[in-house]
């Protein structure tokens, strides 16, 4: 499975304001009756949209689909910074069928550059992704899944200032019973070090990442509650 097309729409979507020298924590809940434009940019397609709807941010795909249906929220002001320790989790369920070409997730990028970006999605049953792009190109070698068979769980990224390595992590329960983390693999923005790595010739001093949550659907209709996201998060990790 490949999502690179959702991350290179993604990535061309402008941030705005905020600062690139300290992490101010922010959490949504999503149990508004709409997405607050304050916090978040709003990029659909035609087909496609996301919908505050029974305490969850739900994704849904209507009338006919196409092999290009997406939604996209970028947080406008809230970036984390190159010389600071941070991490961004993400409630999920994806109940649609196998059959389907369905995903949901949460993905960072080189906010300097965004054709360098890092995404983490759940496509329910088939399973959990890392995807990994540097100047625009997919080293499909470098993609990775674990697949635990279920519909729901949570998602985390995050980055340590020492080391310098992006962590791709998912919990197969969510977090009703409290996070048990696994990792799929690490990604280093300086090209050395990590089991997966691009030189994102990152400002060392002045360097920061976007983030952005996304669904997407390929010839699928969805319906509302099938694909949603929930208890988005973004704080200072130790």
């Known amino acids: 499975m490949s999502v690179?097309?959702?991350?290179?729409?993604?990535?061309?979507?402008?941030?705005f304001g905020g600062s690139a020298l300290a992490l101010t924590p922010f959490s949504d809940n999503f149990n508004a009756t709409s997405i607050n434009s304050t916090r978040w940019k709003v990029e659909n397609s035609s087909k496609a949209s996301f919908l505050a709807a029974q305490n969850k941010l739900n994704f849904?795909?209507?009338?006919?689909?196409?092999?290009?249906?997406?939604?996209?929220?970028?947080?406008?002001?809230?970036?984390?910074g190159y010389n600071e320790s941070w991490e961004v989790t993400l409630d999920v369920t994806n109940t649609m069928s196998e059959e389907s070409s369905v995903g949901v997730g949460v993905q960072v990028f080189n906010a300097a550059d965004p054709t360098d970006?890092?995404?983490l999605e759940f496509a329910g049953k088939i399973g959990f992704?890392?995807?990994f792009i540097t100047d625009d190109e997919d080293d499909s070698d470098?993609?990775?899944?674990?697949?635990?068979?279920?519909?729901?769980?949570?998602l985390k990224i995050?980055?340590?200032?020492?080391?310098?390595l992006i962590t791709l992590s998912y919990d197969k329960d969510g977090s009703a019973n409290g996070f048990v983390w696994k990792k799929l693999c690490t990604f280093s923005p300086t090209g050395t070090g990590g089991t997966r790595r691009g030189n994102w010739k990152m400002n060392p001093t002045t360097g920061s990442f976007g983030i952005e949550i996304f669904a997407y659907g390929e010839k699928s209709k969805v319906a509302s509650?099938?694909?949603?996201?929930?208890?988005?998060t973004l704080k200072a990790a130790k």
Request: net charge positive.
């Open 60 to 80: 849904t795909v209507v009338g006919k689909p196409t092999d290009d249906d997406y939604s996209i929220l970028t947080l406008k002001k809230n970036r984390p």
């Open 142 to 154: 470098q993609d990775i899944e674990k697949n635990p068979g279920v519909t729901k769980g949570s």
């Open 225 to 232: 509650g099938k694909v949603t996201l929930d208890n988005f």
């Open 4 to 15: 690179s097309r959702i991350l290179i729409a993604a990535s061309a979507v402008p941030l």
């Open 129 to 131: 992704f890392g995807v």
């Open 117 to 119: 970006v890092v995404s």
């Open 158 to 164: 995050s980055f340590d200032k020492t080391s310098k």
